[in-house]
């Protein structure tokens, strides 16, 4: 290890990150002098969490290298919310056992060895842009009217990949709508350019907490899985967010149905059919596995088409091909309060009719039969009474006034729905 230790700093220079070699991308500034990339770093040692010792340290001199934002911005949270349980006297609860264990959790990430002040910060220099508390009363009520009109009146600010505040750990808006189960505002927001794979301050995604206990265990979740998976939403190592968590989860709560496609390559993906001898007119055409047939080693498909043939296909029939903006198989759209599906033949038409939208042109008149196709899906709402912790639930009725005043989700239920 010292060897290439000494190997690696002889071809170091100013200018090169420390791990690839090459001009820094986004560069990080340790403290010891060293420099890299902010992705090259973060494969070396998880912003969102220490695993090894040997991550704490620089890959070149092994100095210590300080916590990230977000591994304090998790221990600073629980740290909190665990004094809101003493200061209640609360000390003998589940949640307060609930809080205790993952403070430990953070605790562990951060290091006993940091000095409470020094925060490794992001090396790209960009500020997120925070979500006005109203925005999140709306995506919590279900008022997407309301989250879409602050969205679009102003696109340059990439609203659609706002955040909440670190007391709520930094959730996006695409996060909060998955976790209370709004499946057209997902739906939109993705349209909109939201990042599938935005992540909390503790390293958690969009799909990774329908997995969680308290979603999974509340509500079918193969409908979120499955547009989320559509558009690419990736697992990643570590407790919070990794495939085998999830897997796990969906085999402990009977979604094995929902576990077997988690398992196979393409299960879930939007796919472009490819070198199919028997039905070549259907080359170049778009599909969603829905199902993995593991005794065949087949994918069950469903054709992006007005008339959602399926077919079972072999695995060299398909060929990856998540939803884009410009490419998103289908397009829901709200209007007069109602949200609205349109299907199409092919990608092309689905192409023209995003390009024509962007532009502002005319668009086909709506038929009530695409009105019906948007919303048959299944229930939005979460049943709170399962969610929110019994001190809350038993709190009485606000005053309508009390009640449109700022709404914030509680800690518990950010602990609830997110915990790691």
Known sequence: MAENSVGAAAVVTENTCGICLEDPKDPLNLPCGHSFCDKCLDGWRSRYGVEEEIGRKCPICRAMIPPSKEMVTTLLYYRAHKQTHEDKGDTSSEGYYSTCRLLRKAEQKVGADWDGVTVLEDGNGKQTLVMPDYVITAIRRGDSKKVLKWINANRAEDRVNAKATDEMLGMSALMMASLHNNLALMTQLLQLGANVEGRTSFGGTAISSIFNDNAIGRDDISDRARLLLSWGAS???????????????????????????????????????????????????????????????????????????VLVLEPDNLKRRDRTLEDCGYYIEFKNGRTIRHDFDSSEDCKAFVAA???????????????????????????WASILP???????????????KKEEMSTEDTCCCFGQ
């Open 235 to 309: 697992f990643f190592p570590g407790h919070n967010s990794s495939l085998e968590a999830s897997i796990h989860q969906a085999r402990k709560y009977g979604k094995h149905e929902i576990a077997n496609l988690l398992e196979s390559e393409l299960g879930g993906r939007r796919c472009e059919i490819v070198n199919l001898s028997a039905r070549p007119e259907l080359n170049g055409k778009t599909c969603v596995a829905d199902e993995y047939l593991p005794a065949s080693n087949q994918y069950k498909v469903t054709l992006e088409t007005k008339s959602s043939e």
């Open 357 to 383: 939208l962007n532009k502002g042109e005319s668009l086909p008149v709506v038929t009530e039969e695409a009105e019906a196709r948007a919303e048959q899906r299944p229930s939005c709402w979460p049943n």
């Open 390 to 404: 019994e001190t809350i639930r038993s709190r009485k009725p606000r005053r309508r006034k009390e009640a449109n």
